[in-house]
């Protein structure tokens, strides 16, 4: 448990220092975009990993170490009472500060890695989009504001999602007569049923979301009572107008992955660069003490 503790600590101060470092990141504007295109595709965390091809269908254990990092910072935080730091729009930050993490200390990550002949950056960006489905579907049951896009888009992936994994939600649906395997139908029925409702009833029965409920509770509460300032550099709930004195030419060069995520991708990669330089020197080390 302490070890656990101690984990989630280290990475809590990495995850700290990237969203104080970078108050006015341009990436917060297009990460609610990106998360509503994610989710409606698939709502499962574990999608953009395989299809990265970083580990392959039945190989989830692989990356378990991971897993369980990200859930041990999130319980750190939680003991601060400072959950609701870890929002939609820092997901990249969080999963780059795991991801460092588990290149250091996880030898197996980086063999997987050279296995599949994928290189560290792959896996921060299966990560940081498994990171924005996660933190989506989250947000959206504790009721936190996000733009009308990504709260649709959530609504529309949870229904799907619940009324194959709860035939209690399920049942439901059938009843109001919901088409839940068409996604534009869900909309359309949005607006006149308030789906969130059910899905708040609903979602302590689907497994993957009990494992969350501590932080789904925590950040439901926070979401009712904490007020953010911008000038202090806390999160807001909303970032609707925050970045208004962007210019226009930052905001386009944010919406490509090379600009948004080029600095954190370079410092992963390099990494691995250390890494490897790290060994060859054991190497050396070994051989001349050699007898």
């Not at 269908?57 to 170490?65: D, F, N, P, S, T």
């Not at 709860?166 to 009843?175: D, E, G, H, Q, V």
């Not at 250390?274 to 054991?282: D, F, H, L, N, T």
Request: a positive charge.
């Amino acid at each position: 448990m302490r070890n656990k503790l101690n984990v989630g600590k280290k990475i809590y101060n990495r995850y700290k220092g990237r969203i104080e470092s970078n108050k006015r990141n341009s990436h917060a504007l297009i990460a609610e975009e990106r998360a509503a295109d994610l989710v409606l595709h698939s709502s499962y965390v574990t999608t953009p990993i395989y299809e990265s091809g970083v580990i392959g269908k039945g190989e989830h254990a692989r990356l378990i170490k991971l897993f369980t990092t990200n859930l041990a910072t999130q319980e750190y935080a939680l003991g601060l009472g400072r959950l609701y730091e870890f929002d939609l729009r820092n997901a990249h930050n969080r999963a780059a500060a795991v991801v460092e993490y588990g290149l250091r200390n996880f030898p197996k990550v980086r063999e997987l890695l050279q296995q599949k002949g994928k290189k560290d950056v792959d896996l921060y960006y299966a990560f940081k989009d498994s990171s924005l489905t996660e933190s989506a579907l989250c947000a959206f049951i504790a009721g936190i504001d996000m733009s009308d896009d990504t709260r649709i888009a959530s609504e529309v992936a949870l229904v799907q999602r619940f009324s194959l994994e709860n035939k209690r939600f399920s049942a439901t649906m059938k009843t109001l007569g919901v088409e839940v395997r068409d996604p534009l139908a869900i909309k359309q029925a949005g607006e006149l049923i308030n789906f969130r409702e059910y899905i708040v009833d609903a979602w302590r029965d689907v497994p993957y979301f009990q494992r969350r409920e501590p932080f789904i509770t925590e950040l439901t509460e926070q979401a009712e009572r904490v007020i953010y300032d911008p000038s202090s550099g806390m999160i807001l709930p909303s970032l609707r107008g925050k970045h208004a004195d962007d210019n226009a030419i930052e905001l386009k060069r944010a919406t490509t992955r090379e600009f948004s995520e080029g600095f954190i991708a370079h410092v992963i990669n390099s990494i691995s660069y250390i890494s490897k330089a790290v060994a060859r020197v054991k190497l050396v080390l070994d051989y001349l003490i050699l007898p």
